[in-house]
Protein backbone atom coordinates (compact mmCIF):
# COMPACT_ATOMS: atom_id res chain seq x y z
CA UNK A 1 0.00 0.00 0.00
CA UNK A 2 1.19 3.55 -0.65
CA UNK A 3 2.16 5.42 1.86
CA UNK A 4 0.70 8.57 2.79
CA UNK A 5 3.95 10.64 1.52
CA UNK A 6 3.84 8.44 -1.90
CA UNK A 7 -0.33 9.95 -2.04
CA UNK A 8 1.18 13.39 -1.48
CA UNK A 9 3.71 13.43 -4.27
CA UNK A 10 0.94 11.85 -6.72
CA UNK A 11 -1.58 14.57 -5.42
CA UNK A 12 -3.92 12.01 -3.82
CA UNK A 13 -3.53 14.02 -0.66
CA UNK A 14 -3.01 17.99 -0.53
CA UNK A 15 0.10 19.54 0.55
CA UNK A 16 1.78 23.04 0.48
CA UNK A 17 4.57 22.46 -1.99
CA UNK A 18 8.17 23.77 -1.91
CA UNK A 19 10.19 22.28 -4.52
CA UNK A 20 10.54 19.23 -6.86
CA UNK A 21 12.52 17.56 -9.29
CA UNK A 22 12.32 14.14 -10.89
CA UNK A 23 13.49 12.07 -7.70
CA UNK A 24 12.95 14.23 -5.03
CA UNK A 25 9.77 16.35 -3.51
CA UNK A 26 9.79 18.92 -0.76
CA UNK A 27 6.82 19.80 1.56
CA UNK A 28 6.00 21.71 4.45
CA UNK A 29 5.44 19.37 7.54
CA UNK A 30 2.35 19.80 8.57
CA UNK A 31 2.50 19.80 12.14
CA UNK A 32 5.50 22.51 12.50
CA UNK A 33 8.32 23.50 14.85
CA UNK A 34 8.80 26.20 13.67
CA UNK A 35 7.86 28.34 10.71
CA UNK A 36 9.15 26.86 7.59
CA UNK A 37 9.74 23.51 9.01
CA UNK A 38 10.08 21.57 5.07
CA UNK A 39 10.52 17.53 4.79
CA UNK A 40 12.59 16.53 1.86
CA UNK A 41 11.56 13.21 0.26
CA UNK A 42 12.55 11.09 -2.39
CA UNK A 43 9.65 9.46 -4.82
CA UNK A 44 11.21 6.17 -4.38
CA UNK A 45 9.08 4.47 -1.64
CA UNK A 46 11.70 3.56 0.34
CA UNK A 47 10.93 3.06 4.80
CA UNK A 48 15.04 3.73 6.35
CA UNK A 49 17.21 6.62 4.73
CA UNK A 50 20.12 4.11 4.87
CA UNK A 51 18.26 2.03 2.53
CA UNK A 52 18.43 4.16 -0.06
CA UNK A 53 21.65 4.07 -2.52
CA UNK A 54 24.77 5.74 -2.15
CA UNK A 55 24.15 7.89 -5.26
CA UNK A 56 20.32 8.70 -4.07
CA UNK A 57 21.26 9.96 -0.42
CA UNK A 58 23.70 12.09 -1.86
CA UNK A 59 21.67 13.57 -4.38
CA UNK A 60 19.04 13.59 -1.64
CA UNK A 61 20.74 15.92 0.45
CA UNK A 62 22.15 17.81 -2.71
CA UNK A 63 18.97 18.18 -2.97
CA UNK A 64 17.85 19.11 0.49
CA UNK A 65 20.59 21.57 0.60
CA UNK A 66 18.74 23.66 -2.13
CA UNK A 67 15.69 23.44 -0.40
CA UNK A 68 17.22 24.78 3.20
CA UNK A 69 19.24 27.84 1.45
CA UNK A 70 15.69 28.78 0.26
CA UNK A 71 14.36 28.41 3.92
CA UNK A 72 16.92 30.18 5.86
CA UNK A 73 16.68 33.13 3.25
CA UNK A 74 13.05 33.18 3.62
CA UNK A 75 12.89 32.79 7.68
CA UNK A 76 16.21 34.31 8.84
CA UNK A 77 17.57 31.95 11.58
CA UNK A 78 21.11 31.31 13.18
CA UNK A 79 21.10 27.76 10.74
CA UNK A 80 18.60 25.62 9.21
CA UNK A 81 18.57 22.54 11.06
CA UNK A 82 18.41 18.57 9.77
CA UNK A 83 17.03 15.74 11.48
CA UNK A 84 16.04 12.64 10.14
CA UNK A 85 13.00 9.92 12.97
CA UNK A 86 11.11 8.34 10.32
CA UNK A 87 9.06 6.76 13.47
CA UNK A 88 6.03 7.81 12.21
CA UNK A 89 5.61 7.49 8.38
CA UNK A 90 7.14 5.00 7.04
CA UNK A 91 9.08 6.85 3.71
CA UNK A 92 11.97 8.37 4.09
CA UNK A 93 12.01 11.95 4.64
CA UNK A 94 14.57 14.64 5.93
CA UNK A 95 13.69 17.48 8.47
CA UNK A 96 15.19 20.49 7.67
CA UNK A 97 13.96 23.05 10.77
CA UNK A 98 15.03 26.89 11.08
CA UNK A 99 16.61 27.28 14.28
CA UNK A 100 17.71 29.85 16.97
CA UNK A 101 19.30 27.52 19.61
CA UNK A 102 19.43 23.24 19.50
CA UNK A 103 15.93 23.48 21.49
CA UNK A 104 14.01 24.46 18.25
CA UNK A 105 15.09 20.76 17.09
CA UNK A 106 13.15 18.77 19.85
CA UNK A 107 10.43 17.16 18.70
CA UNK A 108 8.66 17.09 21.94
CA UNK A 109 8.24 20.77 21.70
CA UNK A 110 4.67 21.87 21.48
CA UNK A 111 3.83 22.27 17.25
CA UNK A 112 2.60 25.36 15.75
CA UNK A 113 -1.07 25.68 14.73
CA UNK A 114 -1.23 27.08 11.34
CA UNK A 115 -4.14 28.57 8.99
CA UNK A 116 -4.03 27.39 5.43
CA UNK A 117 -3.66 30.83 4.65
CA UNK A 118 -0.11 31.09 6.74
CA UNK A 119 1.03 27.68 4.93
CA UNK A 120 0.28 29.42 1.47
CA UNK A 121 2.27 32.05 2.79
CA UNK A 122 5.36 30.39 4.13
CA UNK A 123 5.48 27.95 0.74
CA UNK A 124 5.53 30.65 -1.19
CA UNK A 125 7.86 32.81 0.42
CA UNK A 126 10.69 29.45 0.40
CA UNK A 127 9.60 28.80 -2.95
CA UNK A 128 10.52 32.60 -4.30
CA UNK A 129 13.88 32.01 -2.35
CA UNK A 130 15.16 29.81 -4.44
P1 LIG B 1 8.70 11.17 11.70
O1 LIG B 1 8.28 9.97 10.86
O2 LIG B 1 9.94 11.80 11.18
O3 LIG B 1 8.77 10.82 13.15
O4 LIG B 1 7.55 12.26 11.58
C1 LIG B 1 6.75 12.38 10.42
C2 LIG B 1 6.45 13.84 10.16
O5 LIG B 1 5.55 13.90 9.07
C3 LIG B 1 5.77 14.56 11.34
O6 LIG B 1 6.50 15.74 11.65
C4 LIG B 1 4.36 14.87 10.83
O7 LIG B 1 3.87 16.12 11.26
C5 LIG B 1 4.54 14.84 9.32
N1 LIG B 1 3.34 14.39 8.64
C6 LIG B 1 2.65 13.26 8.89
N2 LIG B 1 1.60 13.15 8.06
C7 LIG B 1 1.63 14.24 7.26
C8 LIG B 1 0.82 14.69 6.18
O8 LIG B 1 -0.17 14.06 5.79
N3 LIG B 1 1.16 15.85 5.58
C9 LIG B 1 2.25 16.58 5.97
N4 LIG B 1 2.50 17.71 5.31
N5 LIG B 1 3.06 16.19 6.98
C10 LIG B 1 2.75 15.03 7.62
Known amino acids: MATIFS ?3 ASEIPCYKVAENDKFFAFLDINPLAKGHTLVIPKQEVDYIFDLSDEDLAAMHVFAKKVALAIGKAFPCRKVGEAVL ?11 IPMQNEKDMLFSNPKLKLTDEEFKAIAKAITMAF
Open 7 to 9: KII
Open 86 to 96: GLEVPHAHIHL
